[in-house]
């Protein structure tokens, strides 16, 4: 074999390990071939993107369509893209991480916590913590408030995070930084890392709350009785800091004699829901709103404000399954890394939780369903009305247009075309004719409850002025 040829050994169910060799030409075709098939599978992705905004707008005739059609097909196909980008985009890195250090008691005892806003500071305690031995009754507990590379790969060296995940490609760092779309839950040589997002409430749109779902990444390392939690966001007041003061005093579920370290993983998964739920109650109480200004007020304007509260209530029941689904893998714990009766205790319950927040959501998904069909109802009964009308009309006008189509014909012999009275007979005639069809209209009880039901309305008149009177 060449110095230039490579050789990697695949070991297989074989005794004898099999052995390909490849020359640097064939890693280059190799190469070529997967920038490629790269390209060709971005090409497809947005002929998909096209395929599906021609559908969602449907525009089929990709030749013939017209200006305006193109001009919605490109800023749909835009829209999509920002989503898929947005979507599919990494966790954005801090340039000076915030860190907190927090050493707690499950001995009922009281903890201490520390503080750094800057690299180099992190950067030092982070070396104390790597070297400090694990003492009895002593969890800790690291949180950032935003991260980057840099220090995410200090933090793997300092603490000794092993970097090859079980049956996986991804290291830790990668993991922090990859955009999850479901919980995730890797297992590493040692330590375990865990991915969930957090519901946050934003600015409102008008009079909407708004939220967003932010990536938490965990990570815990069962022999040295550590946890780290990675958020994206930099908040000075969030629910770290509310479980940092509890852990402290000794007032939370991990203090309790001979509380599991992981108990803080599903603590932070229960008080993520517990969050929620306001915010939902909220939105909630804005549908109530909208549901008062239909009764008080029919409008086809509702329909807007009642599909931007539904979008928010479908994130929220995608979060409410996912911590679900974190549940349940906490619960299968395939590896024993949390074998504890009363961790999966609370696992059980915070899985009911999200099962609650989720039946929430869903009842509140169903109000959005039943206003958006009140809307369609009543902009179905504004369109019956106004057919009807322009039917009635029409219908009135029938005899007028029969008797200007017969004086219109260009006979020789027809009377009362050189009278002197003939045009005031006919305009005389357009009111008789049409109050004659309303009449009969009315007798028939074609009128009755429409808006060209005058009786009604001077009845009514009628009693408003009674009424003034008494």
Request: aromatic fraction near 8%; proline fraction near 3%; charge should be negative.
């Amino acid at each position: 074999m060449s110095d230039g040829d490579a050789t990697i050994e695949i070991a297989d169910d074989a005794p004898a390990a099999q052995t390909i060799t490849r020359s640097p030409s064939a890693r280059a075709s190799q190469s070529q071939r997967r920038s490629s098939r790269k390209g060709l599978a971005s090409s497809r992705v947005s002929e998909r993107v096209r395929g599906n905004s021609r559908k969602a707008l449907m525009v089929n005739d990709v030749k013939h369509q017209t200006k305006s059609e193109t001009r919605k097909l490109e800023r749909f196909e835009q829209m999509q893209l920002e989503y898929f980008s947005t979507r599919d985009a990494d966790v954005e890195q801090t340039p000076t991480p915030e860190m907190h250090y927090t050493v707690y008691r499950n001995d009922g005892g009281a903890g201490t916590t520390t503080t750094t806003k800057n690299n180099a500071d992190s950067m030092n305690l982070l070396s104390k913590i790597g070297k400090e031995t694990r003492k009895e009754n002593t969890i800790r507990w690291l949180h950032f408030n935003g991260m980057n590379e840099m220090m995410m790969n200090y933090v793997c060296d300092a603490l000794k995070l092993g970097a090859s995940a079980v049956g996986g490609e991804m290291d830790t760092t990668k993991c922090v930084f990859h955009r999850h779309k479901d919980a995730a839950v890797r297992h590493f040589d040692s330590h375990v890392y865990v991915s969930m997002q957090l519901i946050d409430r934003e600015e409102c749109d008008g009079d909407i709350p708004l939220v967003s779902d932010e990536q938490v990444s965990f990570i815990y390392h069962p022999e040295k009785a550590i946890v780290i939690s990675v958020c994206e966001d930099v908040d000075e007041e969030s629910d770290f800091t509310a479980l940092t003061r509890l852990l402290v005093e000794g007032e939370s579920r991990c203090n309790v004699d001979g509380a599991h370290p992981g108990i803080l993983l599903a603590m932070m998964a229960d008080k993520f829901v517990d969050d929620a739920y306001p915010v939902a109650e909220e939105l909630g109480d804005y549908l109530e709103v909208l549901s008062q200004a239909m009764v008080a007020r029919e409008s086809i304007s509702f329909s807007q404000p009642v599909d931007k509260v539904r979008m928010q209530l479908w994130r929220m029941r995608r979060f409410a399954i996912r911590v679900r689904r974190l549940c349940e893998a906490y619960e299968e714990d395939a590896l024993g890394v949390f074998d504890d009766e009363s961790f999966k205790e609370y696992v059980g319950k915070v899985s009911k939780q999200a099962d609650g927040l989720e039946s929430v959501c869903e009842m509140y998904i169903g109000r959005c369903l039943s206003i958006l069909q009140r809307v369609e109802v009543y902009q179905e009964q504004r369109t019956n009305e106004t057919l009807f009308l322009l039917t009635i009309v029409t219908t009135l006008m029938v005899p007028v247009e029969f008797l200007t189509g017969m004086w219109g014909m260009n006979f020789v012999n027809m009377p009362d075309l050189e009278t002197s009275w003939g045009y005031f007979m006919f305009l005389a005639l357009i009111p008789f004719l049409m109050g004659t069809s309303y009449i009969l209209l009315k007798v028939n009880g074609y009128l009755d409850d429409s808006p060209l039901d005058w009786s009604c309305g001077l009845g009514g008149l009628f009693k408003s002025k009674e009424g003034k009177k008494d």
